[in-house]
Every structure is written in structure tokens, then in C-alpha cells.
């Protein structure tokens, strides 16, 4: 199956300024990968749709002004995080689907924390 | 639109015993996907199982098993023979259709803690 990177693993950076995590997948080449955001015991939300050579699809409700995503390869998508606050402190995760209808393969995530 | 609900915030069950995980879907869609995934305190998803909506048999992955009850709209997911490993939390999932570039919705999640 796809292994999937990201890269940094744990990032601390101060309010205002912009982090940019990278979700690289490994052994397949993905047309497609997504970002999930998880807080502190809650689900994972989805965040957008992240697709190759063109612009992201958006959830409602996510600001696609301050969360950039760029899918400019086959195998790299990066969320930048832009003006970070405080309360974009969370765990961000990406996820690679692969060739089978039950395949999903999601990275190791990112602890995001602001101060 | 599509919904997942987990009605179990929290399980205890006695290790080598077997527990079961609600799971309730909503959806209009004839064709989509049901998963269920591990997330230990690491953070890292696990995943465990897969049921297509048209597959006729339940699926099973090793000591985990999927009931399907299609008409009852639920996937609950059975560990038998828990382990102290087994601790995590759970979380069920659905895809619309078959294809993997489609999203996935994930359930609120179920926190399981297996006691010696």
C-alpha cells in the first residue's frame, strides 16, 4: 500500500506567522489528497480536497485565504497555515487514496501549535 | 447528505473479551464505502476493515469483523478476543461510491479502553 509522509511531524511557531506542512506520497502517485484537521478528542474534519494541477475544493465553512494548499506534483500536496493563530492550533493530517476502492492511506500528521 | 453517527463516546470491555462498536450511516447514495479506523495516542490512523455497500458478506480482517445491516443503515465493528493493544480510539467512516478520490466522513468516534 501508499506510504505517506509529512513532514514537519510537530511544528511550534508564533502568532501571525505562516507554517507550510508537506504531505508527500511515497510509492504512488496521487491525483488527489486531502487534509483533515483534528482537535483535541474530536473527530476529523475535512478541511479540502487537494487536487492535482488545479485548485483545491474547499469545506464550508474553511478559509481558503488563510489554509493554501498546492498540489503542484503527482506525490507532494503543502498546506500553508497563513497568520496563524492561536486557535489553528491542531492536528493536521493528509491522506492519499489509492487504487482500490478501499484503499486510504493517511500520513502520521502534524501537531500545530501556536503561541 | 452524508452522515456517520458513534453513539459510544467511551467502552470498557475485559481483556480477551469481545466488544462491539455502533455505527449508523445516513446516506441516499446505492454506492459507497464503509471503513473503520484505529487512532492510538500516537495519532497515526490504523486502518481496519472495509464493507463495499454491495458486497453480500460482512467483512472480517483477522480478530476484527464488520456487521453490515444495510437495511438498518449500521457497521458495527466487532473486536473479539480484545487486547491490552487494543485501546485507542475508533472511528467509522464513509465514502460516497467506489472510487478512493472521494472523501471521507468520519463518525465522532468511540474511545475504547481494554482492562487487564
Known amino acids: 500500500g501508499a506510504v505517506v509522509s509529512q513532514h514537519p511531524s510537530w511544528v511550534i511557531c508564533k502568532s501571525g506567522t505562516s507554517v507550510k506542512i508537506e504531505c508527500r506520497s511515497l510509492?504512488?502517485?496521487?491525483?488527489?489528497m486531502f487534509w483533515y484537521r483534528q482537535f483535541p478528542k474530536q473527530s476529523l474534519m475535512l478541511m479540502a480536497t487537494s487536487n492535482e494541477g488545479s485548485k483545491a475544493t474547499y469545506e464550508q465553512g474553511v478559509e481558503k485565504d488563510k489554509f493554501l494548499i498546492n498540489h503542484a506534483s503527482l506525490t507532494l500536496s503543502t498546506l500553508t497555515v497563513t497568520s496563524a493563530h492561536p486557535e489553528d492550533s491542531s492536528f493536521y493530517i493528509c491522506s492519499v487514496g489509492g487504487t482500490t476502492s478501499y484503499e486510504q492511506y493517511f500520513g502520521p500528521g502534524t501537531r500545530l501549535t501556536v503561541t | 447528505a452524508q452522515k456517520i453517527t458513534q453513539t459510544q463516546p467511551g467502552m470498557f470491555v475485559q481483556e480477551k473479551e469481545a466488544v462491539t462498536l455502533d455505527c449508523t450511516y445516513d446516506t441516499s447514495d446505492p454506492s459507497y464505502g464503509l471503513f473503520w479506523y484505529k487512532q492510538p495516542s500516537s495519532g497515526e490512523m490504523i486502518f481496519l476493515i472495509y464493507q463495499g455497500s454491495y458486497d453480500q458478506q460482512n467483512a472480517t480482517e483477522g480478530r476484527y469483523s464488520l456487521n453490515f445491516q444495510k437495511a438498518r443503515k449500521s457497521a458495527n465493528l466487532v473486536i473479539s478476543a480484545s487486547q491490552l493493544g487494543d485501546s485507542a480510539m475508533y472511528f467509522c467512516a464513509m465514502r460516497k461510491g467506489m472510487d478512493s478520490s472521494y472523501k471521507l466522513i468520519f463518525g465522532s468516534g468511540t474511545r475504547l479502553l481494554v482492562r487487564p
Open positions: 510509492d504512488f502517485q496521487a491525483t488527489t
